[in-house]
């Protein structure tokens, strides 16, 4: 706990927030069963403003979906909030053929009898926790319109042909969504009016530079400015149009360091990471120039670490 809110006064994260959020973990202590699904995220969330943004609006008892494009740090901040609030976690990732008793829950036999099997929704509803709606936008509008009730100022879920259940006062609830990945669809405007909707900045020199040392702390000081200048070349070219968003992914670049950090030379993760995330042959070769321009041929791993 401590690693992540260091981080965050670091970041300049109002100290009265912080207290907020403390007040919150205190008023709201987690039972010893379900500690095991308040989890440490990876790392801690990069962004100020984003983090106060969400942080003010769970408190006050808002839900908040994150949209923005991939690898902005959307499941990470999600993480990031359930864990300095002191909360259990609930991830449920939508689909196209989710109905709504994967979310509620669905009727089982047991013991001759028929009884309800309660959904991810329903646990994270009674148990206070915050439910992490996963790239929301899959999912069909029949299958959420379900939670209509339970998101907004009603804050109870009617199971069919069971009770309603009130929300414990803890819950809180967050989607993300990215836009443009192929299957998404338009999240219906009555289920986008119970959110709060913050939009993911991208990353820019000082935040990948961040992320970055985080993850590798050995990072070299030459190495790391020419990675993140080959990443900020890349976004210039996407913004501009002259490529796709496709080699622009972070999760790539971080996936292909860490063979770097295992002794792979830089050229070769790269390709891996980021070239070859583009299927067209122009955008390759365009991606392969930026790449060769920052990162000389001879340069081992030990360039980097
Ligand atoms: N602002 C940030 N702070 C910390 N880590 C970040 C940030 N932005 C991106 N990352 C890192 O990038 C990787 C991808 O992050 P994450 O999975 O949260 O992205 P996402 O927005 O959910 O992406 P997708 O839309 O593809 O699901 C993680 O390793 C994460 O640590
Ligand atoms: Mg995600």
């Known amino acids: 706990m401590?690693?992540?809110?260091?981080?965050?006064?670091?970041?300049?994260?109002?100290?009265?927030?912080?207290?907020?959020?403390?007040?919150?973990?205190?008023?709201?202590?987690?039972?010893?069963?379900?500690?095991?699904?308040?989890?440490?995220?990876?790392?801690?969330?990069?962004?100020?403003?984003?983090?106060?943004?969400?942080?003010?609006?769970?408190?006050?008892?808002?839900?908040?979906?994150?949209?923005?494009?991939?690898?902005?740090?959307?499941?990470?901040?999600?993480?990031?909030?359930?864990?300095?609030?002191?909360?259990?976690?609930?991830?449920?990732?939508?689909?196209?053929?989710?109905?709504?008793?994967?979310?509620?829950?669905?009727?089982?036999?047991?013991?001759?009898?028929?009884?309800?099997?309660?959904?991810?929704?329903?646990?994270?509803?009674?148990?206070?926790?915050?439910?992490?709606?996963?790239?929301?936008?899959?999912?069909?509008?029949?299958?959420?319109?379900?939670?209509?009730?339970?998101?907004d100022y009603r804050r109870i879920m009617d199971v069919p042909g069971y009770d309603k259940i009130h929300l414990h006062d803890a819950t809180r609830f967050i989607g993300t969504m990215n836009y443009g990945y192929a299957?998404?669809?338009?999240?219906?405007?009555?289920?986008?009016?119970?959110?709060?909707?913050i939009e993911m900045p991208t990353v820019t020199e000082e935040s990948l530079t961040y992320i970055l040392k985080r993850m590798f702390p050995d990072f070299k000081a030459e190495g790391l400015s020419q990675i993140c200048g080959l990443f900020l070349d890349l976004q210039l070219k996407a913004d501009n149009n002259e490529i796709s968003t496709k080699p622009l992914d972070l999760r790539g670049l971080i996936g292909a360091l860490k063979t770097v950090h295992a002794g792979l030379s830089p050229r070769a993760a790269l390709r891996m990471g980021i070239v070859n995330k583009s299927f067209d042959l122009f955008e390759r070769e365009i991606v392969e120039d930026i790449v060769m321009t920052r990162i000389p041929e001879e340069w081992t791993a030990a360039a980097l670490f």
């Open 2 to 151: 401590e690693i992540i809110i260091e981080a965050l006064e670091e970041q300049g994260v109002s100290a009265n927030l912080l207290k907020e959020i403390a007040a919150f973990r205190a008023h709201y202590p987690v039972e010893e069963a379900l500690q095991n699904r308040v989890t440490a995220p990876d790392m801690p969330y990069y962004g100020r403003e984003t983090f106060e943004m969400a942080a003010y609006a769970l408190l006050q008892g808002e839900n908040i979906l994150l949209t923005g494009s991939k690898a902005t740090g959307k499941n990470i901040l999600a993480e990031n909030l359930a864990w300095v609030f002191g909360r259990p976690s609930y991830n449920m990732s939508f689909h196209v053929n989710m109905d709504s008793s994967a979310l509620v829950g669905a009727d089982t036999f047991r013991g001759g009898e028929v009884q309800l099997r309660p959904g991810p929704v329903y646990q994270c509803a009674v148990n206070g926790g915050f439910g992490i709606f996963d790239e929301i936008n899959m999912a069909k509008n029949d299958a959420v319109s379900v939670l209509h009730a339970t998101l």
């Open 183 to 197: 299957g998404t669809r338009e999240l219906n405007e009555a289920l986008v009016s119970r959110f709060l909707v």
